[in-house]
């Protein structure tokens, strides 16, 4: 018989908790961490159990209502984990629903022997991966239109500034992102974005999330803001520049990354959303690899 799972709404109070599980995550897809699971929580009703030795995350469809989870991390029984999972679903008629489901964690959950499982694949959620290294030094013939951008925006602003984010210039970067989402039009999810940056900056310290922007004759130009996924792969949740600067969303990708601790090899820069602008955005810094994230209908055995 199964056993019960007690879920809470994701609070500033589980990020330690989170946090030590993230030490341990197997994965490097931008879900885990603890600045999407908090500052997205508003939207998707984000729940959190620490359930028989490993995190359990659900999240509930705005829309339909419909439940869905995360893989579990941890070192408890993943199948019987699972299997808790489904009884925990309310709705009769659905089954036991894992997003972001990468490679490996579908192996995981291949191999408790779930007695069906349907698999869906959408390119559009795919999580780019990069190596730090080349974020950092933009080597090679393929990047060089990168160099390029970095040595104009230095020709143009020979005293632009790096800063951390801080509860000292937070405010400022609020008030560039207003700048843009006042100028660009609206597309969906703009809403719901204003107010994750909004979440991010105001509890930037609660939430351990690391940030930086570029100054230019006094002026906050350009911010970034992410935070762990695990010890080796750095996720940067939020990234916003003004374009009449030119190179500034280049130049503070390179000074961001250049500013993170040695122990992160691997940076997460998030899915494309199908977006052709943003895609070929993100394939112009050729990532080491397309993290694909698939959704898992299982289902297993009643006892």
């Not at 359930?51 to 991390?73: C, D, N």
Request: charged content about 30%; aromatic content about 10%.
């Amino acid at each position: 018989m199964a056993d019960k799972i007690d879920f809470h709404r994701v609070c500033l109070e589980d990020r330690d908790q989170i946090l030590a599980y993230l030490e341990g995550n197997p994965y490097c897809n931008c879900d885990y961490s603890f600045g999407n699971l908090y500052n997205w929580g508003f939207l998707y009703q984000t729940s959190v159990a620490f359930h028989k030795g490993m995190m359990v995350v659900r999240f509930r469809s705005k829309e339909t209502g419909r439940t869905a989870f995360l893989t579990p991390i941890g070192n408890g029984d993943l199948g019987e984990v699972l299997r808790d999972m489904e009884a925990s679903i309310e709705d009769i008629d659905q089954h036991l629903t894992l997003m972001a489901v990468q490679d490996s964690a579908l192996e995981a959950i291949l191999a408790t022997k779930p007695t069906d499982i349907h698999v869906i694949n959408n390119r559009d959620n795919a999580d780019y991966l990069y190596e730090r290294e080349k974020l950092e030094t933009l080597s090679g013939k393929k990047l060089q239109s990168k160099r390029n951008h970095i040595n104009k925006f230095k020709r143009l602003y020979p005293d632009y500034q790096y800063e951390e984010i801080t509860k000292a210039n937070a405010a400022e970067c609020a008030e560039l992102y207003q700048v843009w989402y006042d100028e660009t039009e609206d597309t969906e999810g703009m809403d719901e974005e204003r107010i994750m940056v909004r979440r991010a900056l105001e509890n930037q310290e609660a939430i351990g999330l690391r940030g930086g922007c570029i100054r230019v004759d006094g002026k906050i130009i350009a911010f970034t803001l992410g935070i762990q996924i695990n010890p080796h792969c750095f996720g940067v949740h939020i990234e916003k520049a003004n374009t009449e600067y030119e190179g500034s969303f280049t130049i503070i990708n390179q000074e961001f990354v250049k500013h993170l601790p040695e122990q992160y090899v691997r940076v997460n820069r998030e899915e494309d959303l199908g977006l052709p602008g943003l895609r070929k955005a993100k394939l112009s810094y050729y990532p080491m690899k397309i993290l694909d994230k698939h959704t898992a209908v299982v289902r297993y055995e009643k006892d």
